[in-house]
């Protein structure tokens, strides 16, 4: 019971691929009380499906497009649950176009987006989480890809997205972190999700993993949670500001 008599919130459940919801789950089985987000009405029902599968979890709408639902995201948790220990920022969006094809035909309109989306929301997340978790120190978590760090093909805007993503994971950790609060990144393999599914050949990406990774296998959303857990408790207290990679190793592989 890593999270016994802790809170968090969990950004990010689609549907029971999610990776977020992976999280949740894991964190609801080590005692955590939670509360989760949805995007929108198209995803409420799917949402209201998982939530009924953990003990009274706090559900809630949000669209990190908007300042306004994520400052009431917050208020919510205040009322129901005072303080807050992690957070779990497991949002990416881009334009389907921009998932084919060349980076350099990105449109201005589509780097905006995937930005805003997927990077962005999680400095505006972090802002509010802060002040819930000052008391007794945090833990905030987003999820990344090595797209932002190497070149994957078509994952374009979306791998120059994480490298911004990563580097607020950094600039994050440097701010909040003498107010007790951590911040890092967990870089999982390709696994197949909603997200993955708008990717461009990504049963290739896939393949070449099992192929090439030196577990010579791809990783599971159980594998991404058990990581996640680390990361949210007490075991990872003198960790910020890190990427850890969980995809059977690819990342080391030179060819
Ligand atoms: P997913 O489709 O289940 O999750 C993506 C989530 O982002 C969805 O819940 C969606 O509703 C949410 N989202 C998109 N736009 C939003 C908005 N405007 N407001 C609020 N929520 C919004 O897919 P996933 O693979 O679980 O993705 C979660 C995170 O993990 C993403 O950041 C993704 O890039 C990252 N990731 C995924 C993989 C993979 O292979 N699946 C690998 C590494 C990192």
New binding site residues.
Partial sequence: MLLNGKTGIV?????K????WAIAKRAAEHGAKIAL???GER?KENAEELAATLDNPLLLP????KDEDIATVFESVKEHFGALDFVVH????ALKEELQGDYVNTSREGHRIAQD??VY?LTAIAKHAAPLMEERGGSILT???LGGERVIPHYNV?GVA?AALDMSVRYLAADLGQRGIRVNAL??????????AGISGFNKILEHMRNNAPLRRNVTQDEVADAALFLLSDLSRGVTGELLHVDSGYHVVGM
């Fill in positions: 950004f990010g459940v689609a549907n691929r999610s990776l977020a987000t949805y995007q995803l949000c669209d990190v497009a497991g949002i990416g969006f989306i997927s929301s999820l990344t890809y979306m994480k870089s999982a393999g390709p696994i197949k999700t909603l997200a993955a």
